[in-house]
């Protein structure tokens, strides 16, 4: 039986435990201890360097060190044993395992039995830890008919092994555990402070227990709480009945992650660094404590790290996809704007070749990775000899480059070009993210890669490029620590950390108590069955450390409300061990709405960031630029952002772009209607299905552009278009039996001919204009937006306050007034007035073309007047008064419908007024000012 040893809980556990050992004096050196954690035996062993200098320390290790097969030349490594199990569940033939598989899956591919073949794997391990094997666990399962699939899965992978000579890494798991022996010097083990240690290390303890070598276990609790534990120190269920011991006062709320940092760095004013310690209870929050306590002038350091090596993952992603997919462009495309580009291809003209390709991505939506090259060979072919296209000869050699690598990448030889890979990365000092360990992982792989392609396996494109990745541990990067002043402990480590006064940020439910034990093949009842760890035995042993970091220091813990995405969280149960009034009160205090912030953040907050704007005002007007009607459109829908889109050029970038955007859309309709109206025998034709057959063949020699196989999403929109355009067609010969013809189609004012407004030349493209020997001109705008619209109402809104009036109201229905959203058909309506010397304007509408093939239509705009086309007349040149006078100022605040479709929106959350700062901006609010002063004068 190991001795127990009670060290009492009235100072923290490394000052008691590092006590205890140097009282063993010359003994120590011999002593095995073992720990939780590694980062708890950085802090022993630093411990122990600081009270008593040097010395021969003890040999310190953690549970897992009792069962860490020692010669591993003949086991299986992880590339191998992952590949086994691969090869096997992709191997079954269809039916072969109906109760792990009840709904086969649509393609046994490489990757689907990638993820299967970690999730056996880690079932394996987890009752690997508890001295279990599949056998076990259908004896107590309801479902054993799933778990005779497993088994018979297991049989076939370690089939697998034996044809390999190779041997199973659990099996020399197991076999390391049964044939572990102490080193011949070592006087004892000393189970230092371990609450749950894995179950195969306490069934190597046990066997070493009974061999006598002495097995001491200390626990960090009184002995008066000694019947809480068993033998090894692990403590019993009744722990989670005992009471919260934490005063309700130490139990703080806050509203989100900056809140919560901010009270963590509260809770340690007037204290020295070695007197803090921070538990992270909820990783979630380790970036707002890191950057809290940084900008407080402690720099934090978290110990698990940051996720590394991402950069050079997702390349390495996108090659092997390449290598299995051939042409596909996705992954190329990943590839080329993956952040190590420039490290890889030198950053000259970089910036310069990314724009050539979002060029050739937005107009020509590619397919395939030779289909990007041939349009870059294009832009080569067409480029100026004595100026070279420097951005298209960049992009033509980082195509090579990718190209290049993908055609290394094949079966056979992908071991080879995954160690050139790291060859050339490592002579290219190119950053890995994570401090070279992603790159040692790789070639640490190559071995095993090469003896499986040597065996005639991974035959399949991009297979070992997908298996070597697959097969990595999650790298952290944990630099930065030499600068800490405070580290951001896990739960399990801070027992060892030394602070008097300790902090738990982020105790939620789930958290602690961990809850990771959700698992559809070994659910509660079978793991207790099984007398693996389970939910009860975890809340137990975090019962305990709660009670004994309340015991041991000055504790304050602190809970949010919601995450740094916005979602809830809920404070631990542990919180709420109590009974009557007290519970009450605690629920009460834990439910209220804390005094720092609403309950649920959105998304992102702007905090103190602003745009900075000094630039001198620039006006759009400078005498040269012509004015179309669809700035005006944009002006009246907000002048600020006016600014923004049509001085100063921001726009949004869509980087996924697959299919044909609104304008590509209806461009595409544009296009084959223009050809219709300009063709001598089109234009007149009454053959409905002559004039339909030529728009759709117009509209294919288009959709050329994009490759000669089109993709499924525009293969979907060519149908949408022909069945719009076939619709139309009817229509358009109904048009012509009734007397109508075309007489001028996509006619570009300010260029076929000028026209002005007070002096300001404009420039508008009418889609066609129309006359009928009894009813006169008319003009038709074509409108392909997926809804039809109505031509009144998409000119005209209700007057309100939220905008500005650059003329007078009209009296609209219901005696409401309306104004100007827009001016476009109306002034085509004035031009043509004035060119044909009319009498009375126009009739104006649309031709609509929308989804629903019932909405085609020629719809008029049926009370369109003099009246309504004067006004427009007048908003117009007051306009042209206002662009001419740099009035961009307020911005507009939108709401409802026009706030979801506001493209400045990701800037500026809560308004773009409140986001922006500068000369610029000072100078466009005096504008707006005398503006205004002006117009009440007036």
Known sequence: MPERVFLGWDKPLLGLLTGWLLARGDELSRLVVVVPTA???????????????????????????????????????????????????????????????????????????????????KVRNVLAEGGKSFVDARAFSPEKDRWGDLIEVERR???????????????AKLQAAE????????????????????????????????????????????????????????????????????PRERVHLVSGPPELATKAVSCFDGLASDQATLGLCDPVFGPALETGFTEAGWRAWNPEGKTAGSAMLLMLRGFAGLAARGERWEPAASILRNPLIGEISGKKSLHAALLALDDIEKNFLPGSLSRVIDQCERLKAEQNPEKPDEGALKLSAMLAWCEGWRDRFVPGISAEALGAWVGEMRKGRVNDGAEGQLLDALADAVPYLRRLEERGLLDGPGEALELALASLDALRSASGREDAVIDLLGWLELAYA???????????????????????????????????????????????????????????????????????RRPSRLLLVSEGVELAQRVMDLAAAPASAAARLVAWERGGWKLELSDTLKPYLDGERKLSPSAIRDYLYCPFRFYLKRVLKWKPYDAGKLEMDELDFGNLCHDALEQMGRH???????????????????????????????????????????????????????????????????????KDVPWDIEGQPISMQVDRIDFHPDLGWRVLDYKTSAKADVPRSAHLRRASEKRREFGPTMIGSRGAEDAWKNVQVPLYA??????????????????????????????????????????AMEWSREIIRAMRDGLHWPPVELSGAEAGYDEFAPLAPDGLEEAVQGSLIETMKGIAVAWDAGRRLA
């Not at 992978?157 to 099996?171: N, Q």
């Not at 070493?208 to 960090?220: A, C, E, F, S, Y």
Request: with cysteine; aromatic share 8%.
């Open 680 to 750: 001598p025998v089109m234009v007149a034709t009454q053959d409905v299905k002559q004039l339909r057959d030529f728009l759709w063949a117009t509209m294919d020699a288009r959709l050329a552009r994009y490759g000669p196989a089109l993709s499924l999403p525009l293969l979907v929109q060519r149908e949408a278009a022909r069945t719009r355009i076939e619709r139309f067609a009817e229509l358009e010969v109904e048009q012509r039996v009734d007397g109508w013809r075309t007489q001028k189609v996509e006619w570009n004012i300010g």
């Open 39 to 121: 980062q708890a035996g950085r802090l022993l062993r630093q411990s122990l360097a600081e009270v008593a200098g040097a010395l021969l320390a003890p040999r310190v290790v953690t549970p897992e060190h009792f069962f860490r097969a020692v010669d591993s030349s003949t086991v299986a490594s992880r590339v191998e044993a992952r590949f086994a199990w691969i090869d096997v569940l992709r191997g079954m033939p269809e039916g072969s395992a109906p109760s792990l598989f009840p709904v086969e899956p649509v393609d046994r591919s490489f990757a689907w039995a990638a993820g299967v073949a970690q999730e056996i794997e």
């Open 830 to 871: 004035a031009f043509v007035k004035q060119w044909q010397g009319l009498e009375k304007p126009p009739a104006i509408g649309y031709v609509n073309l929308p989804a629903t093939l019932n909405d085609v239509a020629f719809e008029m705009w049926e009370d369109f007047t003099s009246d309504k086309m004067d006004n």
């Open 157 to 171: 992978a370690l089939g697998r092994f034996e044809k390999w000579r190779l041997i199973d890494p659990l099996a």
């Open 179 to 246: 044939s572990f022996a102490l080193p011949g010097d070592c006087s004892g083990i000393v189970v230092a402070g371990v609450p749950d240690p894995v179950p195969l290390a306490v069934s190597v303890w046990k066997r070493l227990d009974g061999t006598k070598v002495p097995v001491q276990v200390l626990i960090h609790a009184p002995e008066e709480n000694s019947a809480l534990f068993d033998e090894w120190g692990r403590p019993g269920e009744k722990w989670a009945e005992r009471s919260t011991p934490l």
């Open 498 to 568: 030394p602070g008097r006064r300790m902090v738990l940020a982020g105790m939620h439910e789930g958290s602690v108590p961990d809850g990771s034990f959700d698992d559809s093949f070994l659910p509660e009842n079978v793991r207790k069955d099984l007398e693996l760890r389970d939910a009860d035995t975890r809340h137990a042993r975090d019962a305990y450390l709660f009670h004994s970091h309340a015991a041991s220091r000055e504790l304050e813990v602190i809970v949010a409300k919601v995450d740094t995405l916005g979602e809830p």
